[in-house]
């Protein structure tokens, strides 16, 4: 089954440690993209990755980073997470970027306390 | 920043009537995509329409895009209780490898 997954589903961590959220799809998409939602905000693009070993920030990188050593996965790090991140956090791939459809994982509820 | 924005913001209705939200866009696009969202999970695309066509249809769906104004529009027809749900636009631009979502709109179908 063609899907995106991600983990954990939630989590509860304090300000200051270290997170990572983990994102592999199967479908050998070469697009992969990470956004927060935040109620009233809609989605916020946090990074993108064109391809392996490329990626690029989106509206809302800061404090975030990402990696892309493999096609499959696109792991999303909170070096310092502070309570401004506290949100729903969403990974997706496409096959050709913007051009084509994204198929979403089933989200990972932060808090940040 | 928002790209599109969608109007209205909640939408209310019965079982078997149609339901209508629209999408407005700042800048050109490439294309225009309309996702929907199931309470807090993840989207689901629902249908793409390029930039060079004017309506498209799927099922119950029935999208337009109006290029000059910038706008578009879905359509669901003959609406069901698990059409319940939120319903998001987001656009792509030539220009550029993101796809840029409104604000949604959360519909209600009664039974």
């Known amino acids: 089954e063609a899907q995106v997954t991600q983990n954990p589903r939630y989590l509860i961590t304090v300000t200051g440690k270290k997170l990572t959220v983990t994102c592999s799809q199967n479908?050998?998409?070469?697009?992969m993209s990470w956004y927060r939602q935040d109620p009233g905000l809609g989605l916020r693009q946090i990074y993108y990755?064109?391809?392996?070993?490329?990626?690029d920030k989106g509206d809302v990188p800061e404090g975030y980073k990402v990696s892309r050593k493999e096609k499959r996965n696109f792991p999303l790090i909170l070096e310092s997470p502070s309570p401004n991140q506290t949100s729903l956090y969403f990974c997706?791939?496409?096959?050709?970027?913007?051009?084509?459809?994204?198929?979403f994982g089933q989200g990972t509820r932060l808090t940040v306390v | 920043s928002q790209q599109g924005e969608e109007d209205p913001q909640a939408l209310s209705i019965q079982e078997g009537e149609n339901a209508t939200m629209n999408c407005s866009y700042k800048t050109s696009i490439n294309n225009l995509q309309w996702y929907r969202q199931n309470s807090g999970r993840g989207l689901v695309h629902l249908i793409l329409?390029?930039?060079?066509?004017r309506e498209k249809h799927s099922g119950r769906l029935r999208v337009t895009l109006d290029t000059s104004k910038k706008s578009s529009s879905l359509l669901i027809t003959a609406s069901r209780a698990a059409d319940t749900a939120s319903y998001f636009c987001?656009?792509?631009?030539?220009?550029?490898?993101?796809?840029?979502f409104g604000g949604g709109t959360r519909v209600l179908v009664k039974p």
């Open positions: 997706a791939s496409s096959s050709e970027g913007m051009n084509t459809e994204a198929f």
């Open positions: 479908m050998n998409h070469e697009y």
């Open positions: 329409i390029r930039s060079n066509e």
């Open positions: 990755s064109m391809n392996v070993e490329v990626t």
């Open positions: 987001a656009t792509g631009k030539a220009a550029g490898n993101k796809l840029t």
